[in-house]
């Protein structure tokens, strides 16, 4: 009777403490997931390639528009020089 008493107060005591524990394990969790990290099973971070590369597509757009400008800047400058 007794040992049954003392192996359910047990069993109770090791169910506060987990119960403890997952509070403090979704913490753990959310500051992996800020540090990032894949081997800590945080959030992956964007690569270095990709950053570049999403930077190298940025230029070339903007040198194109700025050749498009240009472009329509000499047009207009010759069209004038015609009249």
């Given at each position: 009777m007794k040992?049954?008493?003392e192996?359910?107060?047990e069993e109770e005591e090791k169910k506060i403490e987990k119960e403890g524990n997952i509070g403090?394990?979704?913490e753990e969790d959310k500051?992996?997931?800020?540090?990032g990290g894949k081997q800590d099973g945080?959030?992956?971070?964007?690569g270095r390639r990709k950053r570049q590369k999403r930077?190298?597509?940025r230029e070339?757009?903007?040198r194109e528009e700025g050749d498009e400008r240009e472009?329509?800047?000499e047009r207009e400058m010759r069209e004038r020089r015609e009249r």
């Amino acid at each position: 009777m007794k040992k049954k008493q003392e192996k359910e107060e047990e069993e109770e005591e090791k169910k506060i403490e987990k119960e403890g524990n997952i509070g403090k394990e979704k913490e753990e969790d959310k500051r992996k997931r800020r540090e990032g990290g894949k081997q800590d099973g945080g959030k992956k971070k964007k690569g270095r390639r990709k950053r570049q590369k999403r930077g190298e597509e940025r230029e070339n757009r903007e040198r194109e528009e700025g050749d498009e400008r240009e472009e329509g800047e000499e047009r207009e400058m010759r069209e004038r020089r015609e009249r």
